[in-house]
Each structure stands twice: as C-alpha cells, then as structure tokens.
C-alpha cells in the first residue's frame, strides 16, 4: 500500500457547474438519453451507476463534447473548461516513458507539473519506465497523473479501476479519494461497483434506460470505510436489482 500523497498547489483547479434540462442523446434512431435534467455544483463529485446499457457512458461522452444532444448542455460559465477522461485501459502511449506520458500535451511552462503528478501519484522514481514496463495499477497511476497534471475542471473517470484486482483497487480507491479532495475538479465517475461509488463520491445517481431512477447524497466524512457505507450499499443494489 502507498502513502497517500496530498496533491500541490499547482496541480488544483476550480471545479466547474454542471447544468443538463431536458438533454437527450440518441444513435440513429435509438434514444439513449431521455430529458436528462441534473444539476451539478463545482467541484462536486457524482458516480452514475447502473446497468450496462442505460447510459452512463453516453453521459460522459455528452459532458465531453464528443456525443450530439438536444436540449440544455452547460458545462461551466462560458470560459473554455479543462476537460480529462481517465478509461478503464490506460491509453498510454508504449513508447514514450511515464513521465513524457504524463508531459505529453502540457504547453512547455507546465511541464513541470508531470513530475509532480507522477510524484502525487507515488510513482517517483519511475519517469523513464515504459508502459511495458510498469504493472497494470501502476500504468492507471500514470494515466491518472496525465489527468491531473492538465488541472481538470472537469474529470470524467469511466470505470477507471474496472480492469484491476481487488488489492490494487484498494490501493487506487485511498489514493483517489485524496487526490479528488485536493484537486477541486468537478468529477464524473461511471462504475458498476457500488462500493467504489459510495467512497468516493457524494452523490450517486442510478441511471436506468437513459433515466435517473435515484439521486442519492452520500453525506458521510471522507475516508470513508467499508462499514460506513454497507447500509446505503444495500439500498442501492436493491434499487439496481429492481430495474434490470
Ligand atoms: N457509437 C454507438 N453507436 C450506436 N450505439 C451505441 C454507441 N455507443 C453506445 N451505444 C449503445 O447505447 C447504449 C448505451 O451505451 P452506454 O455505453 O452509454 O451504456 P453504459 O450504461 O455506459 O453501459 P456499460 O455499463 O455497459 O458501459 C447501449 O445499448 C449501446 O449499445
């Protein structure tokens, strides 16, 4: 288990507001998103959870900018947002280091905050190591630095530790959990594991058939432990079980 490390103050950011009325999305003829309305305030964090297919990842990709929708889309107040998504594959680049990774779009002045991503992720001493080279939770580390070190207003996390083991996962969710309380961004994160939502994240909405079916708020104190979200896990997977 690694230290968790506090993130510097160049590497936070303000958070950004969401606000979605009547947003839809849709492929070809299938509606995905049916009159979305959600509020979002800056620096929130948000899991959306649910089964496969009801559209979380159509979400996020909304929230990016990278899916069409019709109705109200407003992400911030206008001034360009800093926008990061972090995958379940760490989509690093096989021959460029970790640190060069972590670099790879910063403008020049800001490269120095890679290393100190890569630091805040336990990672020093580490730069020059290929992708190759590093085990599946330390790839996600460097995918998660490169994140970070763009200072996100917006971090859109798609089942970002879905392709770990449960110990690493572990690991990913204490480190995590204190990064996403220094850095500020406003964060978005899918996951089918209900554990994963309520510790890290302070609302959770169920999204069922392009629909949310629950807007729950997690008001516990952070780190949270197992024991301290087993009863809201319980409803949850209730309310899931109920709609798939
Ligand atoms: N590019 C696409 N073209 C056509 N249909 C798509 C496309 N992307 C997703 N879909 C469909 O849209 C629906 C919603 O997909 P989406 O990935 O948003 O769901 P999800 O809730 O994230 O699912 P999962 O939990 O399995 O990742 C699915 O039925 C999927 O097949």
Redesign the pocket.
Known sequence: MTAAPVLSGPLTAAGVAIDLRDLSAA??E?V?LRDLTLSVAPGERVA?V????????????ALAGLTPTKGTLRVGTGAPVRTRVMFQEDRLLPWLGALDNVALGLPRPDRFRAARALQDVGLAGRERAYPHELSGGQRQRVALARALAHRPDLLLL??PFGALDALTRADMHALLGTLLTDTGATTLL?T?DLEEALKLTDRVLL?AD?RILEDLRVALPHPRRRTDVEDLRARLEEQLHGCS
């Open positions: 492929y070809g299938r995905i959306l649910g089964a496969s297919g009801g559209g979380k990842t159509t979400l996020l990709r798609d089942e899918v089918h999204l392009g």
